[in-house]
């Protein structure tokens, strides 16, 4: 079998990339003992906090897309989204639709793309978990912190008549979910149409107060059935988890201490 070509990508406002981004290739590289392509998505001049980076380590390659643009009406559907006790995040964190450019055609100059959030710390070697091969498939961490009981319903203002739309078209109700902070995929399951699939079923159901999340999970895990759960361990290694825990190796945690209640 030929070696493929694996790189690791990033998404991120240039705040977040700012704050985030040497940090991560520290652990990447250190902690995750990582030497692979580092693929940074962005959408505009590259940086000049990025040079640095980029000049020191050939590895770090800029990757320039357009924004996801949205209809004016749809804009405002998204603004107006009752998202319960959380902050509207198409108004927060809009460069979080911005993941959608993974599933780009430009990606396929990669056999396999491993998407992680910026701010997310790696603890251990990577590479094990980079050598599972997620063959023809999407790959994703389940989501519903702490018991993981709330449904892909969760993930859409349930008071917008879209609902009942999309309760007839998907196994909303009982249907786990999965988060975007990690993503593992086959970029063969790119298809010329799959971008503008995507940004068409944003338009749809501008029902989604997790931006993309709802989005992608609706793609992949119904319209094509390509999710699957990325295995819980690696040989001793749990490979994510939300925090540390004392008994456990982790490799790779969505934050250093527990904090949700």
């Not at 290739?25 to 940074?40: A, M, R, W």
Request: glycine content about 4%.
């Amino acid at each position: 079998m030929n070696k493929k070509k694996k790189a690791i990508a990033v998404v991120g406002n240039f705040k977040f990339l700012r704050k985030y981004f040497s940090t991560f290739v520290h652990g990447l590289t250190v902690e995750g003992k990582y030497k692979g392509e580092i693929l940074v998505l962005t959408s505009k001049i590259t940086p000049t906090f990025l040079i640095r980076s980029i000049y020191t380590n050939s590895k770090v390659k800029v990757l320039r897309f357009n924004n996801i643009k949205f209809e004016k009406n749809i804009k405002k559907r998204y603004l107006k989204l009752n998202t319960l006790d959380q902050p509207n995040r198409f108004k927060t964190k809009p460069f979080q639709w911005f993941k959608l450019n993974l599933f780009d055609m430009k990606m396929q100059e990669w056999d396999r793309i491993l998407y992680l959030d910026i701010n997310l710390t790696i603890h251990h070697d990577i590479n094990n978990f980079l050598n599972i091969d997620p063959l023809n498939m999407f790959f994703a961490k389940g989501d519903g912190y702490p018991d993981y009981v709330r449904t892909l319903e969760s993930q859409f203002d349930v008071d917008q008549p879209e609902m009942q739309l999309l309760r007839k078209r998907y196994n909303i109700d009982d249907s786990k979910y999965f988060q975007t902070g990690l993503m593992y995929f086959d970029t063969s399951i790119i298809k010329t149409d799959t971008l503008s699939q995507l940004i068409d079923l944003a338009h749809k159901y501008p029902i989604c107060i997790t931006n993309e999340q709802g989005i992608l999970n609706l793609y992949f895990q119904d319209n094509k059935n390509l999710y699957s759960e990325v295995p819980e361990y690696i040989d001793d290694y749990m490979i994510y988890y939300y925090w540390k825990l004392a008994d456990q190796n982790i490799i790779i945690t969505k934050q250093l201490v527990e904090q949700y209640k």
